[in-house]
């Protein structure tokens, strides 16, 4: 691989695709130790980026303000400040083709599956994991590019002071001991898991003795209400829209376990290497879910029995497929799970 100088990496939401680029950032930055690399991005997904020596800069994109010419303008500005030696898109959609186009990058990489005309601007680079799980199709711009790749790694922000003041933050509203974490919603309704489903697997988590700590975005506020109300032991504690991200991190890297469908912070609890239990249905878990399935050790999948989903087909609009994951297989796991884990 070339000895780039000046890197930009596009990946600008959300927050599981940033997640699932961090390992490309990671071989950048094994490849080209000396060089200065920039990352754009929506600032509300930032807070999940590593500083130094992995990011030496970040840039935000506003996603409103991108259809505005004077903000191409002050953009361009911006970005050609740095001198791009090269651009690697690893968004390759329409938005991300313009942050490229006015990067001034000398070269313009994005890997195979660039949509919305971003392939006009960014070559896309195919290599022999075209068709397998998006970690590795984000990384075959680096092998293409004649770069080593030798370990898949997560590059994480220092959480150290957020997972101090979350401890705190938990014994000052009464929890103690052990808890799950549990995200019931997902950005779209036919990755959710059923309420109810929810409901009753709570209500055997709880009456073990578990505390459960339900997580989210404030898209999910009404579920965590829904789940926090129809709880008669006093061990569920409800945080959705209650953190940021940063503060989202340290509550699962402090949990026992982690649960959820296909969502966001399941990619936070895989890059933490937290023990998991992921829900699968309408979506591929080959193609995006939770990288190295059944090879790493603490990832523990539960896909649905009619799932259709494949990496070439990779969302199926199947709005029963999830509820055919019963309270009564995730709870078997859960119980399986829970032998692994120190208490």
Request: charged residues 25%; aromatic residues 10%.
């Amino acid at each position: 691989m070339k000895a780039y100088k000046n890197i930009l990496v596009i990946k600008m939401s959300s927050l599981g695709d940033v997640l699932h680029a961090l390992p490309t950032l990671y071989a950048l930055r094994q490849n080209c130790p000396d060089a200065r690399i920039v990352w754009a991005v929506h600032k509300q997904f930032a807070p999940v980026l590593p500083g130094k020596p992995y990011i030496d800069d970040v840039v935000y994109i506003d996603k409103k303000r991108l259809k505005s010419l004077s903000y191409w303008k002050e953009l361009r500005r911006t970005l050609h400040a740095y001198d791009f030696d090269v651009s690697f898109d690893l968004q390759g959609l329409a938005k991300s083709a313009i942050v490229a186009f006015l990067s001034g990058a000398k070269e313009k990489y994005g890997y195979w599956e660039m949509r919305e005309g971003s392939f006009l601007v960014s070559k896309g680079l195919t290599g022999p994991h075209k068709y397998d799980h998006v970690i590795e199709r984000y990384l075959d711009t680096v092998r293409v590019l004649g770069g080593r790749v030798d370990a898949v790694e997560f590059p994480l922000p220092d959480i150290r002071a957020e997972r101090d003041a979350w401890r705190c933050r938990l014994a000052s509203d009464g929890l103690t001991g052990p808890y799950a974490a549990i995200v019931p919603g997902a950005r779209w309704d036919v990755k959710e898991w059923p309420l109810a489903h929810w409901q009753a697997f709570l209500q055997r988590l709880t009456a073990s003795g578990m505390n459960a700590v339900l997580l989210g975005s404030s898209d999910d506020v009404p579920k965590g209400k829904t789940l926090k109300d129809s709880d008669a032991s006093g061990r569920v504690f409800d945080y959705t829209g209650k953190t940021d991200l940063r503060q989202l991190m340290a509550a699962i890297a402090e949990s026992a376990v982690y649960v959820s469908a296909d969502t966001g912070p399941l990619h936070i609890a895989n890059a933490l290497k937290k023990e998991l239990i992921a829900l699968f249905g309408p979506t591929c878990p080959q193609r995006t879910g939770p990288y190295g399935g059944a090879h790493a050790p603490y990832i523990h999948m539960l896909v649905s029995p009619t799932s259709k989903a494949t990496p070439q087909q990779p969302l199926i609009d199947d709005p029963d497929c999830m509820a055919q994951i019963t309270p009564d297989i995730l709870w078997q796991t859960y119980e399986d799970v829970l032998k692994k884990v120190k208490l």
